[in-house]
């Protein structure tokens, strides 16, 4: 049971560069979102996908891009790094809204951009 | 900007010691709260999610209730065995804000032998 798989794992970039973060759920869930985990502060949503097909903004989206591929996978992209993007990503996945259902979450993709 | 407030911080108790922790939040257009267990090394597991005034919710020897008119959530953990020791995450979800969980920055529990 994978349940939230995201890759890679660890990543280091210059400023500048560009990457993609993978992510892929294989519980049918609907909903998949990512987050970033920074020192001292909450988790705070990047992007959302509450359906195949469609994408929205989350609190925290200037500098990256989002891909909800299919039902299964919903990819991260930064296209010009900064320093200010170095943290810890988390995908997550919910079956439906999250007023009703709880999040699932993947081990997190650690993100340092020199 | 809405602002979910976990308290305290952090906590060290010995073994066998009850201990509960706050998560305080605009009640405001409220629709949910989430509580998660989060291990080091490991990614975030629900424990409880709350939608009703007065909402109670058990879990072995966690338990959880909500109060959606003064805005907190009270989670509780019985007889604290050192497996516990964890970051303990409160998060909102608000009518309008569609998809967005708001967290609050967790309690960090360390029970000791």
Not at chain 1, 4 to 28: E, H, I, R, W, Y
Not at chain 1, 35 to 53: F, K, V
Not at chain 1, 78 to 104: H, I, W
């Amino acid at each position: 049971n994978a349940g939230v798989t995201q890759t890679p794992k660890f990543q280091v970039l210059k400023t500048g560069q560009s990457m993609t973060l993978q992510c892929a759920q294989d519980m049918n869930h609907n909903s998949m979102y990512w987050y970033r985990q920074d020192p001292g502060m909450g988790l705070r949503l990047i992007y959302y996908s509450a359906s195949e097909g469609t994408t929205d903004k989350g609190e925290v989206p200037n500098g990256y891009n989002v891909s909800r591929l299919n039902k299964r996978e919903f990819s991260l992209r930064l296209e010009s790094a900064a320093p200010s993007q170095t943290s810890v990503y988390f995908c997550a996945s919910s079956k439906d809204r999250v007023n009703t259902g709880e999040l699932f979450f993947g081990e997190g993709s650690r993100l340092t951009v020199l | 900007i809405l602002n979910v407030e976990q308290s305290p911080q952090s906590l060290h108790v010995q073994e066998g010691d009850s201990t509960n922790f706050t998560c305080s939040f605009p009640s405001s257009n409220f629709y949910a709260l989430h509580w998660y267990r989060w291990e080091t090394a490991k990614s975030p597991e629900a424990l409880f999610v709350m939608t009703l005034n007065g909402d109670e919710k058990k879990k072995g020897r966690i338990s959880a209730t909500l109060n959606t008119k003064e805005g907190y959530s009270y989670l509780y953990i019985k007889g604290s065995q050192p497996e516990d020791s964890a970051t303990y995450l409160c998060a909102c979800h608000y009518g309008g804000s569609q998809g967005n969980l708001i967290f609050g920055k967790g309690t960090k529990l360390s029970v000791k032998p």
